[in-house]
C-alpha cells in the first residue's frame, strides 16, 4: 500500500517539478487591435519548442509596416526568468515579466516593433534565462499599407487561457465586433494554439461552422500550430465569432487569432485602433492542484522520515 501512495505521489508531482506552482487559468482572448487599411495582414511564425538558444526565426516583410505585434511563447516560466529580443540585430532588452500566464508556466511575452522591422528579410532572435523551458515559437502579426490593393478590416486578438481538465474549461471563444460590412470579397483567418498533442481531438469552429478537428497536433512544430484558414463563405456582416474547443486534450492554449476581410468597396476612413491591455485575472487553484501540492509535502515528509 506504502508503495502504491509513493507512486501516486510521484506521478503528481512531475508538473510541480518541472514547472512551479499553478499560475492561474489566464487571459482569455481579445481583441487588442482592430481597424481598415488599404493595405493586408502578415502572420508568419514558427518553429516549436526545441530547447535552443537563441531562438531564430525569419520575417519575409512587405513595406510600409503600420503596426506590428511581436509574439514570443514559452514553456515553464517562473519568476526571475528573462528573454532578450534581437530584431535585425538590435536588443529590445531584458524583458523579466510575460505578457499572459497560465497554468504551470506557459506564457507569452509581447512587444510592438512597428518602428523596428524593415522590408524584406528581417531576422529575430531571442536568447533566455529558463531553468527547464524555452520559447515555443516566435509568431509576427503585421498590418502594412498598399494603396493600390483593396480595403482590408482586420481584427488581431491575443491573450493565453488555459483550457484544461484541471481548470475545468473546455472552450475559449473571442468576437470580433464588426460595423454591419457587406461587400467582403474574401476573409482570411488565422489561429495560434500551444500545448496540443497529435491523437487528442480538438476542435475550432468559426461562426458555429467547423474549421478544423486535431487543429492541436504539433504540425508546426513540438507543441506549436499556427494555421491559416479561408473563411470567406462563412463570415458575417455583423460580428464574427472564433471558437476553440479543448475536447479530449488535455491542455491547450489559444494564443492568437486574426481575422482579415477583403471589402470590393471602401466602408470608410483607414484607420488603426489599438485597445487597452487586459491583465490576467485572479483565479481560484483548482482542486486537481491542491491535491498535487498536498501530496507532493507527503511525499517530501515521508522521504525525510525515510532516510532517519
Known amino acids: 500500500m506504502k508503495g502504491i501512495v509513493l507512486l501516486i505521489s510521484i506521478l503528481l508531482l512531475v508538473p510541480l517539478a518541472s514547472a512551479g506552482e499553478w499560475r492561474g487559468e489566464g487571459t482569455p482572448l481579445y481583441t487588442i487591435a482592430e481597424g481598415s487599411i488599404h493595405g493586408g495582414v502578415y502572420v508568419d511564425g514558427g518553429h516549436g519548442l526545441t530547447h535552443e538558444d537563441p531562438y531564430v526565426e525569419y520575417f519575409d516583410l512587405p513595406g510600409n509596416i503600420e503596426y506590428a505585434r511581436l509574439y514570443v511563447p514559452m514553456w515553464n516560466y517562473n519568476e526571475g526568468d528573462w528573454v532578450d529580443v534581437s530584431i535585425n540585430e538590435k536588443s529590445l532588452g531584458k524583458k523579466s515579466e510575460p505578457d499572459y500566464v497560465a497554468a504551470w508556466g506557459v506564457c507569452d511575452y509581447v512587444f510592438t516593433v512597428t518602428d523596428e522591422l524593415s522590408p524584406g528579410m528581417n531576422t529575430v532572435s531571442v536568447t533566455y534565462h529558463n531553468t527547464n523551458g ?39 471563444e473571442v468576437i470580433f465586433e464588426s460595423d454591419n460590412p457587406k461587400g467582403a470579397t474574401n476573409a482570411t483567418l488565422w489561429t495560434m494554439m500551444i500545448a496540443g498533442n497529435e491523437g487528442e481531438i480538438d476542435s475550432l469552429y468559426f461562426n458555429s461552422n467547423l474549421l478544423g478537428e486535431d487543429v492541436g497536433r504539433r504540425k508546426s512544430g513540438a507543441y506549436f500550430d499556427l494555421d491559416k484558414w479561408d473563411v470567406t463563405e462563412f463570415v458575417g456582416i455583423t460580428n464574427n465569432t472564433v471558437m476553440f474547443d479543448r475536447g479530449e486534450e488535455s491542455y491547450i492554449h489559444p494564443f492568437n487569432a486574426v481575422l482579415a476581410v477583403e471589402y470590393m468597396e471602401d466602408q470608410g476612413d483607414d484607420y488603426i485602433q489599438i485597445n487597452t491591455k487586459v491583465e490576467s485575472k485572479g483565479a481560484n487553484v483548482p482542486v486537481a492542484v491542491v491535491l498535487v501540492t498536498f501530496l507532493s509535502l507527503l511525499f517530501v515528509i515521508y522521504m525525510v522520515r525515510r532516510k532517519k
Open 134 to 172: 524555452a520559447p515555443y515559437s516566435i509568431v509576427l502579426v503585421a498590418v502594412y499599407k498598399d494603396a493600390t490593393m483593396p480595403q482590408t478590416r482586420f481584427w488581431i486578438a491575443e491573450g493565453n487561457q488555459a483550457l484544461s481538465y484541471i481548470s475545468k474549461i473546455n472552450h475559449a
